[in-house]
Nanobody
Framework: VQLVESGGGLVEAGGSLRLSCAAS????????MGWFRQAPGKEREFVAV??????STYYADSVKGRFTISRAGDTVFLQMNSLKPEDTAVYYC??????????????????WGKGTLVTVSS
């Protein structure tokens, strides 16, 4: 089972990036999928999740209105607009069978990707 992220890179503040996470090795139709991030010297934190059952989405307060999560089959996307230097982090894709609304309180996932680095310059 693999979750492979792509789309990270260096962008100026105010710019946009689109992250992708492709899942393989099993069917993820009954798994919610989403994103966490970890900035240097900080703990990993929840960013966004999309429910497998009804497509409901949940976001961290820090990214609401700027980030949009979407899903197509076993691939999940994170469109990041109006990026800020504080968005700089390694972004990890996750998949878990627990309901999407629980994700803001979770630290562990059933499956993790290896991460993709997003750097926002000021």
């Amino acid at each position: 089972v693999q979750l492979v992220e792509s789309g990270g890179g260096l962008v100026e503040a105010g710019g946009s990036l689109r992250l992708s996470c492709a899942a393989s090795g099993r069917t993820f139709t009954s798994y919610s999928m989403g994103w966490f991030r970890q900035a240097p010297g900080k703990e990993r934190e929840f960013v966004a999740v999309i429910s497998w059952s009804d497509g409901s989405t949940y976001y961290a307060d820090s990214v609401k209105g700027r980030f949009t999560i979407s899903r197509a089959g076993d691939t999940v996307f994170l469109q990041m607009n109006s990026l800020k230097p504080e968005d700089t982090a390694v972004y990890y894709c996750g998949a878990d069978a627990l309901p999407a609304y629980t994700w803001p309180t979770l630290f562990g996932m059933d499956y993790w990707g290896k991460g993709t680095l997003v750097t926002v310059s000021s």
